[in-house]
């Protein structure tokens, strides 16, 4: 039976600890995103760009109705909720409201097209950590997951 010295390079060598790229990205700390949008395009596009940008983001799930989203934060355990305001069956405002009823500390950040003081103020009252307009996402959104992502980084 052969022994091995433990100071000797090949022994350090051969018991050296293996590491892939899946492996650094499942035991990083991640954001669990959940986006509520009632437009499909619009989820599977945003879905993309985050996957893409963001390698402290997973996306965990996608809704199209608000009713959709509350069963979906219960299943998937969001960190994160990206909600648009205009939606079918409730508002992304009520469905922020409801959110914070539950889950105080689940932040939420609200995408929209309707970019005006009175929206923002709106989504503030609600209980918004972020707003972000749709047509300023590319940029915006990524500083407000930062800013309120579990890792601090997108």
């Known amino acids: 039976m052969l ?3 433990r100071n000797s390079p090949l022994w350090k060598l051969s018991h050296m600890p293996v590491y892939t790229e ?17 437009n499909k395009k619009f989820l599977d596009m945003s879905r993309e ?12 799930g996608t809704a199209g109705t608000a009713e959709e989203a509350l069963k979906l934060i219960r299943q ?5 909720l ?19 009823q539950t889950r105080p500390e ?3 950040i609200i995408l929209t097209l309707f970019d005006t003081p009175r929206h ?31 890792s601090g980084e997108c």
């Open 22 to 38: 899946l492996q650094d990205r499942t035991t990083m700390r991640l954001s669990r995103l959940l986006l509520v949008d009632d």
């Open 76 to 80: 998937a355990r969001p960190t994160l």
């Open 106 to 108: 689940l932040p939420v």
């Open 120 to 150: 923002r103020q709106a989504a503030l009252e609600a209980g918004a950590d972020a707003f972000v307009a749709k047509a300023s996402m590319d940029s915006d959104l990524i500083p407000a997951i930062e800013r309120l992502s579990s």
């Open 82 to 100: 990206i909600v648009d305001l205009a939606m079918p069956d409730m508002s992304g405002l009520e469905l922020t409201q409801r959110v914070k």
């Open 49 to 60: 760009f985050l996957e893409s940008e963001c390698d402290h983001v997973i996306v965990v």
């Open 3 to 5: 022994a091995y010295d």
